[in-house]
């Protein structure tokens, strides 16, 4: 975690550490004040984030907790727009989490706040679903997301651009927890998969872009049918090519989704202005998928037996690695300079009105 030192109330001494900062810019920004910071415009009493740096240079991406995003601001990365939306922003080559090449500048779901007593691990700062045979353990059954946003930007160059991820980002998702002890109990669970990812995907010739969601069964990594099944909202869904023209959403066009984990089942909605609303519902507790078809290929009881959170921001998915014929390694570009990776288009951007966390509610069927 980086600590309160590192964190700064002023905005100037942070600026001074970052890297590709230009001196018209710290001067700028040195002269703001609280106003700038994410939390004084919204709830982050139950977040922490992850933003692609590492300013403690030890070697790990930063990550600031519940108590210290209080009066964090990244110039670059997390901030808060002329408008008081929450920025997000994230090149395509920087420092990544030890289990991705995929760099983000995203919210974690804290459910224990700021109480460290309780390790970000257990069940006390984890949700579950209401099947899973410990459910009483946990800081929660389900819960509920609501957000509002508009993705600004969506890397430009890949050298495999015909691979599923490029030209994509990750605006929310629902991550299970990676948990050694749980596969080694071999019940099938604890491969820290994710029931819900969010996307937007804009190919660079297009004018509009395309939001769809993906859920990936819940098997081992190295199954091969461990995959990702992706459904439609607007536009097309990522291997599509094509433009989706008036059926899909533009760079800076706000859309608000909210995903809802009632009991055992996760209740999605999807709108937009002069969109028709979405909606899909699916059961975590088996396989049947979100069209209510048995998928033979995923766990019999789904995530039953799984730890559970959110996560919203910006999940950059144009990752600089190149391995051909793949979903994910499209060989995007990037210098690892911020300054010149964002002049030339490669990053991701995404900027929310709304982010709100709440318990979760019935749904009348």
């Known amino acids: 975690?980086?600590?309160?030192?590192?964190?700064?109330?002023?905005?100037?001494?942070?600026?001074?550490?970052?890297?590709?900062?230009?001196?018209?810019t710290t001067a700028a920004r040195s002269k703001t004040n609280k106003a700038i910071i994410p939390a004084t415009q919204f709830d982050l009493s139950h977040w922490k984030i992850t933003v692609p740096v590492d300013l403690d240079n030890n070697g790990k991406i930063d990550e600031v907790s519940v108590t210290d995003i209080q009066n964090y601001v990244h110039p670059d990365f997390f901030y808060l727009d002329e408008n008081g939306g929450m920025v997000f922003a994230a090149p395509n080559k920087a420092i990544t989490t030890a289990t991705s090449t995929?760099?983000?500048?995203?919210?974690?779901?804290?459910?224990?706040?700021?109480?460290?007593?309780?390790?970000?691990?257990?069940a006390g700062n984890n949700f579950s679903i209401a099947a899973h045979p410990l459910s009483e353990r946990f800081a929660a059954v389900g819960g509920k997301?609501?957000?509002?946003?508009?993705?600004?930007?969506?890397?430009?160059?890949?050298?495999l651009p015909d691979t599923p991820a490029a030209y994509s980002v990750v605006v929310g998702q629902i991550?299970?927890?990676?948990?050694?002890?749980?596969?080694?109990?071999?019940?099938?669970?604890?491969?820290?998969?994710?029931?819900?990812?969010?996307?937007?995907k804009k190919w660079p010739n297009h004018e509009k872009g395309s939001v769809f969601w993906n859920y990936e069964r819940n098997l081992p990594k190295?199954?091969?049918?461990?995959?990702?099944?992706?459904?439609?909202?607007w536009g097309n869904t990522w291997e599509n090519p094509t433009e989706p023209g008036d059926t899909?959403?533009?760079?800076?066009?706000?859309?608000?989704?909210?995903?809802?984990?009632?009991?055992?089942t996760m209740y999605l909605t999807f709108s937009a202005e002069n969109k028709k609303q979405v909606t899909y519902s699916i059961n975590l507790a088996n396989n049947l998928d979100a069209y209510n078809e048995v998928d033979e290929l995923d766990h019999p009881l789904g995530y039953v037996a799984d730890s559970m959170y959110f996560k919203a921001g910006a999940y950059n998915q144009c990752s600089t690695k190149e391995v051909a014929n793949t979903t994910w390694y499209a060989g995007c570009l990037g210098s690892g300079d911020w300054k010149t990776d964002k002049q030339n288009g490669d990053y991701a951007q995404v900027t929310f009105s709304r982010l709100k966390l709440s318990p979760s509610e019935a749904i009348s069927q």
């Open 175 to 200: 991550h299970a927890l990676k948990d050694k002890d749980l596969i080694a109990k071999n019940l099938g669970f604890g491969w820290g998969n994710e029931p819900i990812k969010i996307y937007f």
């Open 1 to 24: 975690m980086l600590q309160s030192s590192i964190i700064f109330s002023s905005c100037a001494l942070l600026l001074t550490a970052c890297s590709g900062v230009d001196d018209s």
């Open 248 to 264: 899909g959403i533009a760079l800076g066009e706000q859309f608000s989704y909210t995903i809802n984990l009632h009991q055992n």
């Open 222 to 233: 190295d199954d091969p049918n461990r995959t990702d099944i992706t459904y439609p909202v």
């Open 145 to 159: 997301m609501q957000a509002t946003l508009k993705v600004d930007h969506v890397a430009l160059r890949a050298n």
């Open 102 to 122: 995929n760099t983000r500048s995203e919210l974690r779901q804290m459910l224990r706040g700021a109480n460290q007593k309780i390790k970000t691990k257990y």
